[in-house]
C-alpha cells in the first residue's frame, strides 16, 4: 500500500501536472515499475510525480532508452541519485 | 287564462319549459300568444332575451324597448339580455341617457347587471363622494348594482376594513354579500384556525356565512392528504359538492393521485367524475397528459383536444404536453397547421410552450424583421414563445447590448424577462461589487430584481465556506430554497466539505437533505460516491443505483465510483449487461469512464472495424469512452497519420480532444520549426490549439538558455506556468543556470524558491540540484541539519574536482535506509525533538 502526503504533493506540484494526470496511464506506468522491481516508487511519486504525465508508451520508451544508457542499471542508480530522473524530461 | 288556453300554451312551449313560470300565467292568452308571435325574435340580437322574466313586461312594452335605435349603437349592444325586463322603455332610455356615463370613472360600470336598479338609484350610486377616495376606486365595478346606496355607504364605512387583515377583502365581490353578512363572515372563529388562514380572499363573497362555516367544519380537514386541497377557489363549491367529490372512488385508482389539487374546485362531483373517466387516458400517447391541469377544461373539451388526427403527425407528438389545456382545439389545430413550420428555420422551434401563444401572435414573432440580423439568430427559440412580439422588439433594441459588458447577457434565456425587469436588473448597483460581477451571466434571467437582491444580501456570503458557491448556476434557485440550503446543520460536519460545490444548486433542499441522511454512507464500498456530482440525481434514484445486484459481479466493482450519478438506473443496467463485456479483449476498458458514452455508442466504438488494423489496436483504451463513434472514426481516418513525424502522436491519449482540434493541431505550421519538431509527442494531446500556439509563440524560446527546455514534457503545463518559470530572477545567477532543465516546469515556484533558501542558508546553494528543489523545503533542512549533527559533509569533491552536494541529499528514501543507515520517518522524529 502507497502512503501519499496529497497536501504535500498539491504543495509541491502546478495544478496543471496534478490536472493532468490520468489515471489509468498512471497505473500501467506504475505496474510497469513494479515490473521492473523498482523500490522506491513513492519516492518517485511523491518527488517525480510529472514523470506520470507522460503517455505510457513513452515513459517506456525513455525508460528503455535511458537503461541502455545505464547499463540495465538505471533504476539502481536513480535509487542512489534521484537526480538522474530529470533525464526522463528529455 | 282557462284551461284550453293553459293546454295550448303548454302545448306550444313543449320544448321551450323554461319560459314558463307563475308571471306567465297572471297574463292573459292573448298577450302571451302576442309576445310569443312577435317577429322581433327572428333578429339575431333578439334570440337571446325570451326568456321567462319576459312576462313582467306588456307586448307593446317589449316591443318598444326591442325596437329602441340605442341598440344600433355599439356600446350598448352587450347591455341586451334579459336582465332588461326588470325595466320599462323610458327607465331604459333614463338609464343608458345619464350624464355620468361620460365620467371615464364610470365607464366600465355599464354592463347588464346595471338593470337591476333604477335610474334614481344608479344616479344616487354614481354621485356618491366615496369614489374620490383612492382606496375604494377599484370596487366600482358592474357589481355594485347588486347593492343599493344605503347597502354601499354601510359596507364602505365598516370599521374591519382598518384592520390589516381584512383590507384585502375589500375587493368588488364584496357586494355580492349584504354589510350583516359581511361582518358575520368575517367575525367567524373558524378563521382562528391555522388551516383555514389562507382561505380568506375576496372570493369568500360567493358564499353566505352558512356555506362557509359548513365547509371548514367539515371532517375531511383533519385528514392531511386533504389538507392542500383548502385553497380560495373551495368557495366555487358548497359542502355538500366537495364531500361528494372527495369521496369518490375514482381516488383510489393510481393513475388518478396526483390529480387531487385544489384547482380541482372549479368543477361539480360530476364534471370531475366524467373528465377522469375519458378513455382517452388508456391510450399510452396521454397517460402523461393526466395532471392537475387537466381541471380548466371540460370533458368535452379534452377529448376533442386529445383526439385531434394532429397527433398522429411526428413532429407533433411531443407537444402533447400537460399544458396543451390552457388551449381549445381549434387554437392548437391553427397553431400546429401553420405552414411556417416547414421552413427549416423555425422548425426547432415547434415545442410545448408554444402554447402560450395563438397563431397571429406566433406568426408576427416568426415575421419580425429582427431575424435577419446576424447578431440576433441564436435567440430564435423556444424560450421567445413567453413573451408577445411586441416585448420582444422592445428587448432587441433596448440600447444597453451596445455596451460591451453586456452584450454577452443576450441570450436565450433573457425571454424569460420583461423590458422593465431586464432594465432594472442590468442597472443594479452591485454589479459595481467585485465579488458580484462575475455573477452577472445568462442564467441571471431566471431570477427577478427582488430575488436577486435577496439572494446577493444574504449573510452567509461572508462565510468563507459558503463564498464558493455564490457561482453563477446558483440563479437557478429561489432565494427561499438557497437559505433551506445554506442553514442545513450537515455542513457543519467537516467531512461534508467536499460536497459544498455549485453542484449543489441542481438540487432542492429536501432531496439535498434526503441524499445525506441516506444509511447507504455508512456502507465503506459507497462512502467515496458521496461527491458533489451526486446532486444531479434524487435519493430514490441513487438507492436504486446502489442497491443493484450486478454491484456483487467483480468485473463490475471498480465502475461504482463518483461519475455513475450521470447515468440513468436503465442506462447503466444496460451497459452492464452487454454482452461484449464477456470478451477478453475488452475487460480491460470497463473502467468508471464508461459512465460518459451511451450504450450504442459504446456497442459501435468496440465492434468497429479500425481496431483490426495494427496501428490503431494501441488506442482502444477506456478514455475512448468521452468520444462517440463518428468522433473517433474521423480522427482514426485522417490523412496525417500517413506522415511519419505525426505516427507516434496516434496513442489513447488522443481521446481528450475533438476531431476538430486534432485537425487543427496537426495543421499547426511550428511542426516544421526544426525547434518544435521534438515536441510533437502525445503529450501533446494535453494542451488545446490556443494553449499550444501560446506556448510554442512565447518569445522565450529566442533565448539561448532556455532552448534545452523545448522537450515534450512542455505540455504538462499551461504557458502561464512555463512562462513564471522561464522569468524566474534565479537563471540570471550563474550558481543557478544549472537548475534549467525540463523537469523544473512542473515544480510550485514555491517549492523551488524555499529550495533555494535552504541550501544558501547553509552556504551550498551553489551546489542545488533539481532533485532537492523535488524535496519539501521543510524535509530538505532537516535532512541538513542530521547530516551536521551527525558530523556529515554537506559536500563532496566529485572526479573533476568540483564540489557536488552529498549523495545522502539526492538518494531515494529506500536508498537512505538500506545504504547510510538513515530512516527518514525517525530522522524527522528526532530532529522536530532538537527545534523543540
Known amino acids: 500500500m502507497i502512503d501519499l502526503d496529497m497536501k504535500e504533493i498539491k504543495d509541491k506540484f502546478e495544478e496543471s501536472v496534478i490536472n493532468n494526470i490520468d489515471k489509468q496511464n498512471a497505473h500501467k506506468i506504475l505496474s510497469f515499475l513494479v515490473n521492473e522491481k523498482c523500490d522506491f516508487i513513492e519516492d518517485i511519486i511523491s518527488d517525480y510525480l510529472d514523470l506520470f504525465t507522460f503517455d505510457y508508451e513513452e515513459f517506456v520508451n525513455k525508460y528503455t532508452k535511458l537503461n541502455e544508457k545505464y547499463n540495465g542499471e538505471f533504476l539502481k542508480e536513480a535509487r542512489a541519485n534521484m537526480d538522474l530522473l530529470e533525464e526522463f524530461y528529455y | ?836
Open chain 2, 1 to 836: 287564462m282557462n284551461e284550453v288556453e293553459e293546454e295550448k300554451i303548454r302545448e306550444r312551449l313543449k320544448d321551450k319549459q323554461d319560459l314558463i313560470n307563475e308571471a306567465m300565467w297572471l297574463r292573459k292568452f292573448e298577450d302571451v300568444e302576442k309576445i310569443l308571435n312577435m317577429p322581433e325574435w327572428n333578429d339575431e340580437k333578439n334570440k337571446g332575451l325570451l326568456t321567462s322574466r319576459i312576462w313582467i313586461r306588456k307586448a307593446e312594452e317589449i316591443r318598444k324597448i326591442l325596437n329602441m335605435p340605442e341598440w344600433n349603437d355599439e356600446k350598448y349592444k352587450s347591455l341586451l339580455t334579459p336582465n332588461i325586463w326588470a325595466r320599462t322603455e323610458k327607465e331604459i332610455r333614463k338609464i343608458l341617457n345619464m350624464p355620468e356615463w361620460n365620467d371615464e370613472k364610470n365607464k366600465g360600470l355599464l354592463t347588464s347587471s346595471i338593470w337591476i336598479r333604477r335610474a334614481e338609484e344608479i344616479r344616487e350610486i354614481l354621485n356618491m363622494p366615496e369614489w374620490s377616495n383612492e382606496k375604494y376606486r377599484s370596487l366600482l365595478t358592474p357589481t355594485i348594482w347588486f347593492r343599493d346606496e344605503e347597502e354601499i355607504r354601510k359596507i364602505l364605512n365598516m370599521p374591519e376594513w382598518n384592520d390589516e387583515k381584512y383590507k384585502s377583502l375589500l375587493k368588488p365581490t364584496v357586494w355580492g354579500r349584504n354589510e350583516k353578512e359581511i361582518r358575520k363572515i368575517l367575525n367567524m372563529p373558524e378563521w382562528g384556525d391555522e388551516r383555514y388562514k389562507g382561505l380568506q380572499t375576496s372570493s369568500i363573497w360567493m358564499k353566505k356565512a352558512e356555506e362557509i362555516s359548513e365547509i371548514m367544519n367539515m371532517p375531511e380537514w383533519s385528514n392531511e392528504k386533504y389538507k392542500s386541497l383548502l385553497t380560495p377557489t373551495i368557495w366555487f363549491r358548497n359542502a355538500e359538492e366537495i364531500g361528494e367529490i372527495l369521496n369518490m372512488p375514482e381516488w383510489r385508482d393510481e393513475r388518478y393521485k396526483g390529480l387531487l389539487t385544489s384547482s380541482m374546485w372549479r368543477n361539480n362531483a360530476e364534471e370531475i367524475r366524467e373528465i377522469l373517466n375519458i378513455p382517452e387516458w388508456n391510450e399510452e400517447r396521454n397517460k402523461g397528459l393526466l395532471t392537475p391541469s387537466i381541471w380548466i377544461k371540460s370533458a368535452e373539451e379534452i377529448r376533442e383536444i386529445l383526439n385531434m388526427p394532429e397527433w398522429n403527425e411526428e413532429r407533433n407528438k411531443s407537444l402533447l404536453t400537460p399544458n396543451i389545456f390552457i388551449k381549445n382545439a381549434e387554437g392548437i389545430k391553427e397553431i400546429l397547421n401553420m405552414p411556417e413550420w416547414s421552413d427549416a428555420r423555425y422548425r426547432g422551434l415547434l415545442t410545448s410552450n408554444i402554447w402560450n401563444r395563438n397563431a397571429e401572435g406566433i406568426r408576427e414573432i416568426l415575421n419580425m424583421p429582427e431575424w435577419s440580423n446576424e447578431k440576433y439568430k441564436s435567440l430564435l427559440t423556444p424560450t421567445i414563445w413567453s413573451r408577445k412580439a411586441e416585448e420582444i422588439q422592445k428587448i432587441l433594441n433596448m440600447p444597453e447590448w451596445n455596451d460591451e459588458k453586456y452584450k454577452s447577457l443576450l441570450t436565450p434565456t433573457i425571454w424569460f424577462r420583461s423590458v422593465e425587469e431586464i432594465r432594472k436588473i442590468l442597472n443594479m448597483p452591485e454589479w459595481k461589487d467585485e465579488k458580484y460581477k462575475s455573477l452577472l451571466t445568462p442564467t441571471i434571467w431566471y431570477r427577478n430584481v427582488e430575488e436577486i437582491r435577496e439572494i446577493l444580501s444574504m449573510p452567509e456570503w461572508k462565510d468563507e465556506k459558503y463564498k464558493r458557491l455564490l457561482t453563477p448556476n446558483i440563479w437557478s434557485r429561489k432565494a427561499e430554497e438557497i437559505q433551506k440550503i445554506l442553514e442545513m446543520p450537515e455542513w457543519k460536519d467537516k467531512k461534508n466539505k467536499g460536497l459544498l460545490t455549485a453542484t449543489i444548486w441542481t438540487g432542492k433542499a429536501e432531496e439535498i437533505q434526503k441524499i445525506l441522511e441516506m444509511p447507504e454512507w455508512k456502507d465503506e464500498r459507497y462512502k467515496s460516491l458521496l461527491t458533489s456530482t451526486i446532486w444531479t440525481r434524487k435519493a430514490e434514484k441513487i438507492q436504486e443505483i446502489l442497491n443493484m445486484p450486478e454491484w456483487n459481479e467483480e468485473r463490475f466493482q471498480g465502475l461504482l465510483t463518483s461519475n455513475i450519478w450521470r447515468k440513468k438506473v436503465e442506462e447503466i443496467r444496460e451497459i452492464l449487461n452487454m454482452p461484449e463485456w464477456s470478451d477478453e479483449k475488452y475487460k480491460s476498458l470497463l473502467t468508471p469512464t464508461i459512465w460518459y458514452g451511451k450504450v450504442e455508442e459504446i456497442q459501435g466504438i468496440l465492434n468497429m472495424p479500425e481496431w483490426n488494423e495494427e496501428r490503431f489496436q494501441g488506442l482502444l483504451r477506456s478514455n475512448i469512452w468521452r468520444r462517440n463513434v463518428e468522433e473517433i472514426q474521423e480522427i482514426l481516418r485522417m490523412p496525417e497519420w500517413e506522415e511519419k513525424r505525426f505516427q507516434g502522436l496516434l496513442t489513447a491519449t488522443i481521446w481528450t480532444r475533438k476531431a476538430e482540434e486534432i485537425q487543427k493541431i496537426l495543421e499547426m505550421p511550428e511542426w516544421e520549426d526544426e525547434r518544435f519538431q521534438g515536441l510533437l509527442t502525445p503529450n501533446v494531446w494535453a494542451r488545446n490549439v490556443e494553449e499550444i500556439q501560446e506556448i510554442l509563440d512565447m518569445p522565450e524560446w529566442e533565448d539561448e538558455r532556455f532552448q534545452g527546455l523545448l522537450t515534450s514534457n512542455i505540455w504538462s503545463n499551461n504557458a502561464d506556468v512555463i512562462r513564471e518559470k522561464l522569468n524566474l530572477e534565479y537563471w540570471k545567477d550563474d550558481r543557478y543556470v544549472h537548475l534549467l532543465k525540463p523537469g523544473i516546469f512542473g515544480l510550485k515556484m514555491d517549492n523551488i524558491k524555499k529550495g533555494i533558501e535552504v541550501l544558501e542558508r547553509y552556504g551550498i546553494s551553489e551546489c542545488v540540484t533539481n532533485r532537492c528543489l523535488r524535496r519539501k523545503a521543510d524535509d530538505l533542512e532537516m535532512l541538513i541539519k542530521y547530516m551536521l549533527k551527525n558530523g556529515m559533509s554537506l559536500l563532496v569533491t566529485k572526479q573533476n574536482g568540483s564540489k557536488g552536494l552529498a549523495p545522502i541529499l539526492s538518494a531515494s528514501t529506500k536508498e537512505l535506509k538500506e545504504n547510510h543507515g538513515i530512516d527518514i520517518k525517525k530522522v524527522k522524529k528526532e530532529m522536530e525533538g532538537v527545534d523543540r
